[in-house]
């Protein structure tokens, strides 16, 4: 069997509210309370589930970025938009509510309450492959 990741922790202040804005962003099922442990499951695809833990720590700023094909895209942006939630062509700095072209496809970042940076593009600058079918 390949390697596959499964599940990731994503610390949050209000793990409820952060689960059901990924969830309904991405169009994806997502749960106040999972079946184990004390997290907000987002089920993005069926190997993928982002478990959104509570956190009273300080929440430290990170990363996570989405390959979709370009409907997805498209549908998760108009979501976002609708949400009116900021967005920028770059990970960092000022929300441009422009969309990257760069690297031969499309990309978004955004920013949530807890500060983490979420990104969607169409075709990964870190593994030059062909874009995923527009269908996906």
């Known amino acids: 069997m390949a390697i596959q990741l499964d599940h990731i922790i994503v610390p949050s202040k209000d793990r409820?509210?952060?689960a059901r804005q990924l969830g309904t962003l991405l169009g994806v099922p997502w749960a106040a309370q999972g079946a184990v442990g004390p997290f907000s499951p987002v089920?993005?695809?069926e190997s993928l589930t982002l478990d959104f833990d509570q956190w009273n720590d300080p929440v430290p700023k990170l990363h996570?970025?989405?390959?979709v094909g370009q409907d997805t895209f498209d549908v998760i942006l108009a979501r976002?938009?609708?949400a009116r939630i900021p967005y920028r062509s770059l990970p960092h700095g000022p929300d441009d509510y422009t969309v990257n072209t760069a690297f031969g496809g499309n990309l978004v970042y955004?920013?949530?309450p807890d500060g983490h940076?979420?990104?969607i593009l169409t075709v990964s600058y870190e593994r030059q492959?062909?874009?995923l079918d527009a269908g996906d």
């Open 16 to 18: 409820v509210a952060a």
């Open 129 to 131: 492959t062909a874009p």
């Open 80 to 82: 976002i938009k609708g």
């Open 43 to 45: 089920y993005v695809s």
């Open 110 to 112: 955004w920013s949530e």
């Open 64 to 67: 996570y970025c989405f390959r």
């Open 117 to 119: 940076v979420w990104e």
